[in-house]
């Protein structure tokens, strides 16, 4: 079975401090990943995805995440927090065998106080 | 450059009324088309996705149907609301591509079902 898991409903940092939204997947197949970041009454907004390559990714608005095979995971990264990245964040992974077809996971709130 | 758009914003619907939420995509051919709902504000789930015209494929069974009666237009509709269609329903694209998938989503649009 294919899935995401996100393990942390909520993620509490201070502004100016690194963050982290970890995610893990199950695919069959070589992973494409992304991230998404929500605000609120918002679609989803695409901030990065891993095809291949480079381990690390670089996003839009200064994230980052890094992919690990052996771990299964894609966290996402962020090195100086903003009060402004408070939203809701989304990992998602596209099906090994149906390329049309892409499983979210439930979502991380991320909270960054001033 | 591409835009989505979906209407209304918002609806408030009674319980066994119809439902019809339309998406549109401009400044892209013959994308994917996919309708979520996310339930209180979290997780996504997916209900349909349309690789071209009149190619529907429905990933729960549910009170809802999906149509695609132009390459770039997505509609949802029910003959009868239940409360539990309650929800905000996100229309997204991609394009059809093995390296390219990531989504974009439209603004979304909240159903309330009284």
């Known amino acids: 079975a294919q899935s995401v898991a996100q393990p942390e409903d909520q993620v509490n940092v201070a502004e100016g401090n690194p963050l982290t939204v970890k995610c893990t997947y199950s695919v069959s197949g070589n992973p494409y990943l992304f991230w998404y970041v929500q605000y609120p009454n918002r679609g989803l907004q695409f901030l990065l995805k891993y095809i291949t390559g480079d381990n690390l990714v670089k996003g839009s608005y200064g994230f980052e995440a890094e992919f690990n095979k052996s771990q299964t995971s894609f966290h996402l990264k962020k090195p100086s927090a903003l009060v402004s990245d408070s939203a809701l964040y989304f990992c998602?992974?596209?099906?090994?065998?149906?390329?049309?077809?892409?499983?979210f996971g439930s979502g991380t709130k991320l909270n960054v106080k001033p | 450059s591409q835009t989505i758009h979906q209407w209304p914003a918002t609806l408030v619907q009674p319980v066994g009324s119809p439902l019809s939420l339309e998406c549109t995509v401009e400044g892209t051919s013959n994308p994917n088309l996919y309708w979520y709902r996310q339930a209180a504000g979290r997780g996504l789930q997916l209900l349909f996705y349309?690789?071209?015209?009149?190619?529907i494929s429905s990933e729960v069974p549910q009170n809802l149907s999906a149509s695609r009666p132009q390459d770039r237009q997505f509609i949802l509709s029910s003959k009868k609301l239940l409360l539990s269609d309650s929800g905000f329903y996100l229309c997204?694209?991609?394009?059809?591509?093995?390296?390219?998938?990531?989504?974009?989503f439209g603004p979304g649009t909240r159903l309330t079902v009284l």
């Open positions: 349309s690789v071209g015209i009149g190619q």
């Open positions: 997204a694209w991609s394009v059809f591509s093995r390296q390219y998938n990531e989504q974009f």
């Open positions: 998602a992974v596209r099906d090994g065998y149906n390329f049309n077809k892409f499983y």
